[in-house]
């Protein structure tokens, strides 16, 4: 039994088989292609990160008025522990004369600032 000779390579898809121009420009497409995703991907990374510092600039401010005092007596308090019972009761009634005269919108403020005695020792 004689086997036939059978032609295998005609049964395989050929190749395209391209010019080098055409290879060289396919490849100048791919690069270019992959360089704008690149730069996509950077200007999303980009974006991003400014919406981040966008919002903790937000948060940091939303605290801060929430910490803030929210009078001028609530601001002026004293901090800390008087061990003199007087000085303390001197210094509580020298902060609500100064609360007074500014929340009076006086506009001479400065010199009524100056009236108020200021000899207070600590």
Known sequence: ???PDFDFE???????EMSSEEEEKQRKEAMK???EEREQAKSLKRKKMEEAEEEERKRRKR???ELRPKSLKA?????GFFPD?????????MVDKIVDYFEDGSEDFV????KI???FVF
Not at 85 to 90: E, F, N
Not at 111 to 114: A, D, G, L, V
Request: avoid cysteine; hydrophobic fraction near 25%.
């Open 33 to 35: 292609k992959e360089k």
């Open 85 to 93: 019972p007087s000085k303390k009761d001197r210094f509580a009634k």
């Open 10 to 16: 005609a049964l395989m898809e050929k190749e395209d």
């Open 111 to 114: 010199e009524e600032m100056k």
């Open 1 to 3: 039994m004689d086997i």
């Open 75 to 79: 601001s002026l308090k004293q901090e």
């Open 117 to 119: 005695e200021s000899s």
């Open 63 to 65: 605290v801060r008025e």
